[in-house]
């Protein structure tokens, strides 16, 4: 990859350095989705404590044992003394089954909240995604976006799947070990906890350097996932160029990218649990010598000294696990902070705080002294033309004279920077968006299909049709013999972006579509650039039935198929500079002139 070409890249995904922007924050967000759980979350809660209660009574009655076992010999009462130690055995297995059998309550009602979490993300995301204008989309990768519903997605629920519970049971473990760790000796209890500074010290420096990397490593992560998605949609272009093996070069780039920042990531976060290691051995070390002392001078027993050791693996544990934990945590962070970086992305397009209902719309638009620009440049410049229903207009001009823009800001893609649009006289900011598409059949230039039945994707504008409405509408499209030729006709299931199918067959199956909506406006963007002269043809003896009652607005780049429209807008350079029928056009002998000549006059 080009340094330019990455460097444009990271731009357009937002890369950051990797610091942390609001840890806390990001964490009270995460929490606040269980909002609705604070009666399970309780209930979880408990039935932790009763584990690590259990738990950490084994010890101590296993220390009860030794000294048992100690007393029995020499003893006069033998026969009482092995009564009294089945008596432990038995409690001490008791217990184990009980800790285990509330720590998979625990764990198992985690695991559902996680998922839950999960599930009200994504949706959550999806909601956001269908919301935001094109200008979001132009500006990320299709494969950067994906990322979030899956690398970053899972990451958060895997931490709090996992690291939740982990959490709570070395907190509690950590407190109750303390508790008893003090009753049974405080000198020993002393020393065990002189080990807890230097353990605190380790775990900030580890995660003071891992957030960083693992916040990096996501980032590269979505970066490499949109080369990829970018490269299968362009499967066909890199191909035909010959140019696979810059592809390939281009995601080693990234492969390599994601490769260091998880390998660094990996050996800050690695360092951890070895330097732990190497405190709970000296703590272990330290209380055995002390211990030895205190049990010479009469201070302790040895059961004391057994469940002593024990407990101090279950008090250094605990430390381990939450500073490994809260190494999970940072990547979750990562994770979630690049999530609600999307459900905060300012929306574009939105309803006005009273928005006018228009019912029984007529269709009448008009574009009024209307600009607007991409990335402050200015693309139309006081447009000012109209559409009645029952009218054909049609707007042609050269190669980015505005011509489609003018479709996006009557669909609300965009709002107008000057003047207004309208729609049987009401500014379309001031209309709900959801009527305002309604109100609007739009072929686009490049049909997009789904990846379900043609008779769904006929009736996608209006769902209720029936087979004989979506027949129809294929007839009026001339598209009737392409689906009779198809194996199940109408319940024929298309491939993926109507793969299988040629790009003219998706146009008329999209002009099929606008037609079955039985819209008032009719918008037709280049929607027959696709098709073969003899379709065309038969599509433009249609085309006066097709508007007839409804407002049609006709994106044209070849001449032949607006000839016959009642008026012809003539946009260069952003700006009108001619109207009228087309003989009107050609007297004028002006740019309409020029593109007439260019397409039908032979040099």
């Given at each position: 990859?080009?340094?330019?070409g990455?460097?444009?890249?990271?731009?357009?995904?937002?890369?950051?350095?990797?610091?942390?922007?609001?840890?806390?924050?990001?964490?009270?967000?995460?929490?606040?989705?269980?909002?609705?759980?604070?009666?399970?979350l309780?209930?979880?809660?408990?039935?932790?404590?009763?584990?690590?209660?259990?738990?950490?009574?084994?010890?101590?009655?296993?220390?009860?044992?030794?000294?048992?076992?100690?007393?029995m010999?020499?003893?006069?009462?033998?026969?009482?003394?092995s009564?009294?130690?089945?008596?432990?055995?038995?409690?001490?297995?008791?217990?184990?089954?009980?800790?285990?059998?509330?720590?998979?309550?625990?764990?198992y009602?985690?695991?559902?909240?996680?998922?839950?979490?999960?599930?009200?993300?994504?949706?959550?995301?999806?909601?956001?995604?269908?919301?935001?204008?094109p200008?979001?989309?132009?500006?990320?990768?299709?494969?950067?976006?994906?990322s979030?519903?899956?690398?970053?997605?899972?990451?958060?629920?895997?931490?709090?799947?996992?690291?939740?519970?982990?959490?709570?049971?070395?907190?509690?473990?950590?407190?109750?070990?303390v508790?008893?760790?003090?009753?049974?000796?405080?000198?020993?209890?002393?020393?065990?906890c002189?080990?807890?500074?230097?353990?605190?010290?380790?775990?900030?420096?580890?995660?003071?350097?891992?957030?960083?990397?693992?916040?990096?490593?996501?980032?590269?992560?979505g970066?490499?996932?949109?080369?990829?998605?970018?490269?299968?949609?362009?499967?066909?272009?890199i191909?035909?160029?010959?140019?696979?093996?810059?592809?390939?070069?281009?995601?080693e780039?990234?492969?390599?990218?994601?490769?260091?920042?998880?390998?660094?990531?990996?050996?800050?976060?690695?360092?951890?649990m070895?330097?732990m290691?190497?405190?709970?051995?000296?703590?272990?070390?330290?209380?055995?010598?002390?211990?030895?002392?205190?049990?010479?001078?009469?201070?302790?027993?040895?059961?004391?000294?057994?469940?002593?050791?024990?407990?101090?693996?279950?008090?250094?544990?605990?430390i381990?696990?939450?500073?490994?934990?809260?190494?999970?945590?940072?990547?979750?962070?990562?994770?979630?902070?690049?999530?609600?970086?999307?459900?905060?992305?300012?929306?574009?397009?939105?309803?006005?705080?009273?928005?006018?209902r228009?019912?029984?719309?007529?269709?009448?638009?008009?574009?009024?002294?209307?600009?607007?620009?991409?990335?402050?440049?200015?693309?139309l410049?006081?447009?000012?033309?109209?559409?009645?229903?029952?009218?054909?207009?049609?707007?042609?001009g050269?190669?980015?004279?505005?011509?489609t823009?003018?479709?996006?800001?009557?669909?609300?893609?965009?709002?107008?920077?000057?003047?207004?649009?309208?729609?049987?006289?009401?500014?379309?900011?001031?209309?709900?968006?959801?009527?305002?598409?309604?109100?609007?059949?739009?072929?686009?230039?490049?049909?997009?299909?789904?990846?379900?039945?043609?008779?769904?994707?006929?009736?996608?504008?209006?769902?209720?049709?029936?087979?004989?409405?979506?027949?129809?509408?294929?007839?009026?499209?001339?598209?009737?013999?392409l689906v009779?030729?198809m194996?199940?006709?109408?319940?024929?299931?298309?491939?993926?972006?109507?793969?299988?199918?040629?790009?003219?067959?998706r146009?008329?199956?999209?002009?099929?579509?606008?037609?079955?909506?039985?819209?008032?406006?009719?918008?037709?963007?280049?929607?027959?650039?696709?098709?073969?002269?003899?379709?065309?043809?038969l599509?433009?003896?249609?085309?006066?039935?097709?508007?007839?009652?409804?407002?049609?607005?006709?994106?044209?780049?070849?001449?032949?198929?607006?000839?016959?429209?009642?008026?012809?807008?003539?946009l260069?350079?952003?700006?009108?500079?001619?109207?009228?029928?087309?003989?009107?056009?050609?007297?004028?002998?002006?740019?309409?002139?020029?593109?007439?000549?260019?397409?039908?006059?032979?040099?």
């Amino acid at each position: 990859m080009t340094t330019s070409g990455g460097q444009h890249r990271s731009r357009a995904l937002g890369v950051t350095d990797g610091k942390v922007k609001n840890v806390s924050g990001t964490l009270r967000r995460l929490l606040s989705y269980w909002q609705g759980e604070k009666w399970l979350l309780s209930l979880l809660g408990l039935c932790s404590l009763l584990s690590v209660c259990c738990a950490l009574l084994c010890p101590y009655l296993l220390g009860r044992t030794v000294d048992d076992c100690i007393g029995m010999v020499g003893s006069d009462a033998p026969g009482a003394s092995s009564v009294a130690l089945v008596h432990h055995l038995t409690a001490f297995v008791a217990l184990h089954l009980l800790s285990a059998a509330f720590s998979w309550i625990h764990e198992y009602g985690m695991s559902v909240l996680a998922q839950r979490l999960l599930k009200r993300l994504k949706e959550e995301m999806t909601r956001k995604l269908l919301s935001l204008s094109p200008r979001f989309f132009n500006n990320h990768l299709c494969g950067s976006v994906m990322s979030h519903f899956t690398n970053d997605a899972e990451l958060v629920k895997s931490a709090l799947n996992d690291t939740v519970v982990q959490l709570f049971v070395s907190l509690f473990t950590l407190l109750g070990s303390v508790v008893i760790m003090v009753h049974l000796s405080w000198q020993l209890a002393l020393v065990t906890c002189l080990t807890v500074p230097f353990s605190v010290m380790v775990s900030r420096f580890v995660m003071k350097r891992t957030h960083k990397h693992f916040t990096l490593h996501q980032e590269s992560l979505g970066e490499m996932n949109g080369a990829v998605e970018e490269s299968f949609s362009g499967i066909k272009t890199i191909k035909s160029f010959g140019r696979e093996e810059e592809r390939v070069s281009q995601f080693e780039a990234l492969n390599k990218s994601v490769c260091e920042t998880g390998r660094r990531a990996q050996i800050y976060s690695g360092l951890l649990m070895p330097l732990m290691r190497v405190l709970d051995n000296c703590s272990y070390i330290l209380v055995t010598i002390v211990g030895a002392f205190l049990a010479s001078s009469g201070s302790v027993t040895v059961g004391v000294i057994q469940s002593f050791l024990l407990y101090t693996k279950n008090f250094q544990r605990p430390i381990n696990t939450i500073a490994m934990q809260l190494n999970m945590v940072q990547a979750a962070i990562a994770g979630a902070e690049r999530i609600f970086t999307l459900l905060d992305e300012e929306l574009e397009i939105t309803d006005s705080v009273c928005p006018t209902r228009m019912e029984n719309l007529r269709g009448v638009v008009e574009f009024r002294n209307v600009s607007f620009g991409y990335d402050d440049k200015l693309v139309l410049k006081d447009i000012n033309f109209s559409v009645k229903p029952g009218e054909v207009v049609a707007v042609v001009g050269f190669t980015g004279a505005g011509k489609t823009t003018l479709v996006n800001l009557l669909n609300r893609f965009y709002d107008v920077q000057e003047g207004r649009v309208l729609v049987d006289g009401v500014d379309v900011r001031d209309m709900p968006v959801a009527d305002l598409r309604r109100a609007i059949g739009w072929v686009p230039q490049e049909a997009y299909l789904f990846s379900d039945t043609v008779r769904y994707n006929v009736a996608y504008g209006n769902p209720s049709a029936t087979l004989d409405e979506v027949r129809e509408a294929l007839l009026w499209a001339n598209a009737d013999s392409l689906v009779n030729r198809m194996p199940e006709g109408y319940d024929t299931v298309l491939k993926e972006q109507g793969a299988g199918v040629s790009q003219g067959q998706r146009q008329l199956l999209a002009i099929a579509r606008a037609v079955n909506k039985n819209a008032p406006i009719l918008v037709l963007d280049e929607a027959t650039s696709n098709i073969d002269t003899h379709t065309e043809m038969l599509i433009q003896s249609a085309i006066s039935q097709i508007t007839r009652g409804r407002a049609c607005l006709i994106i044209a780049h070849r001449l032949s198929t607006i000839m016959n429209a009642d008026k012809i807008i003539v946009l260069d350079a952003g700006r009108v500079v001619e109207e009228g029928t087309h003989d009107e056009l050609l007297t004028k002998q002006g740019v309409y002139w020029r593109i007439y000549n260019s397409q039908f006059v032979e040099v």
